[in-house]
């Protein structure tokens, strides 16, 4: 994920007006006009949304999706003005872990904004709502390489961190235990690298913003944006771990050739990638959050906006990712 950071603020003030109203128990993507690398966590009946916005970490709550443009953009964290994490305040991703809620964000150093110095930092509040309490600052996650768009995830009493390193010319993808959610745990493995054309697109060789979703068979699933983000054809890619299997070793992981969801011109969606998953109240839903351009070549800047849309299961418990919902066109809610 990169981005125009000096131009971020300004942009994001002149994308602020919402998207056509939808009819009742419906809504229409995009649900912003700007929000690059969306985010959203549900507790309850109650959805958190969080985006990138270069020079702070903000949260808007909602029980209504489609009218999360009427929630309040609520600041709950500002870098501090020199250090490790002063700038590029990037793929902020809030959990909610045990009683605590946790941020994990992308930042880089103020006086060496660059590639070298992206890092992955962590943050955790006790309160019952994230929008309120104090966020406690438990600094960088001590990885292997310099890094981005950092998540994490459990899988019966294990959790992992995997994010993407800088390896060379390369992104890739990699996966460490963690002793706690702010603490890594033994060595990184590499678990994919850009090693098909589609992923090689404008000029560079990426795998980032990595995803996990598990399947109702039990597999473990991590979807990924390959390209550069300022490429019409950056796109989601996927890969598939056993369910029993061991997620640190590389040989449990399968990619799938080709990508999974991709742009669809006809719909309006250019650039779909950065994702996040939640699930409805009930359960019963899976629900894909992503970011895209309107048109093409727009490039990688505050004018990508937050979509989302349903994902099916197959039989053999595989994710199905539809076309990209035609923006403007009326879905029903989640949960509908």
């Known amino acids: 994920m990169r981005l125009k950071t000096a131009l971020l603020p300004a942009l994001l003030l002149l994308l602020a007006p919402l998207a056509s109203p939808a009819a009742e128990g419906t809504f229409t993507n995009p649900l912003l006009k700007s929000g690059p690398d969306p985010w959203i966590a549900r507790q309850g009946d109650t959805y958190y949304f969080m985006a990138t916005h270069g020079n702070r970490l903000a949260i808007r709550k909602t029980t209504d999706l489609g009218k999360l443009a009427e929630a309040q953009d609520i600041t709950v964290w500002t870098p501090p003005a020199t250090g490790p994490n002063a700038k590029s305040i990037w793929a902020p991703e809030l959990h909610r872990i045990g009683s605590s809620w946790f941020i994990y964000y992308t930042a880089s150093d103020n006086v060496h904004d660059d590639d070298a110095h992206r890092g992955v930092f962590v943050l955790q509040n006790d309160s019952v709502d994230p929008t309120q309490g104090t966020w406690t600052d438990h600094g960088k996650l001590k990885t292997a390489h310099a890094g981005i768009d950092g998540t994490t995830f459990a899988v019966g009493n294990k959790r992992y961190f995997v994010y993407s390193p800088y390896v060379g010319p390369d992104s890739v993808l990699a996966i460490v235990a963690m002793s706690n959610p702010w603490t890594l745990s033994g060595a990184e493995t590499v678990i994919a690298k850009p090693d098909q054309t589609w992923e090689r697109q404008g000029g560079r060789q ?106 099916r299961w197959s039989e053999t418990g595989a994710p199905i990712f539809d076309a990209p919902e035609k923006a403007g066109a009326a879905v029903p809610l989640p949960g509908n």
């Open 206 to 311: 990426i795998l980032e913003g990595p995803e996990f979703l598990q399947g109702p068979r039990g597999d473990l699933f991590l979807t990924y944006s390959g390209s550069a983000c300022w490429s019409d054809d950056y796109a989601l890619g996927l890969l598939r771990a056993p369910a029993g299997s061991d997620p640190l070793k590389a040989a449990s992981w399968t990619k799938q050739p080709g990508p999974v969801f991709a742009k669809s011109a006809q719909g309006g969606v250019y650039a779909p990638g950065h994702n996040g998953f939640f699930t409805t109240p009930d359960g019963k839903q899976t629900w894909i959050v992503y970011h895209a351009n309107s048109g093409p070549n727009m490039q990688c800047t505050a004018a990508r906006a937050p979509h989302i849309q349903r994902v």
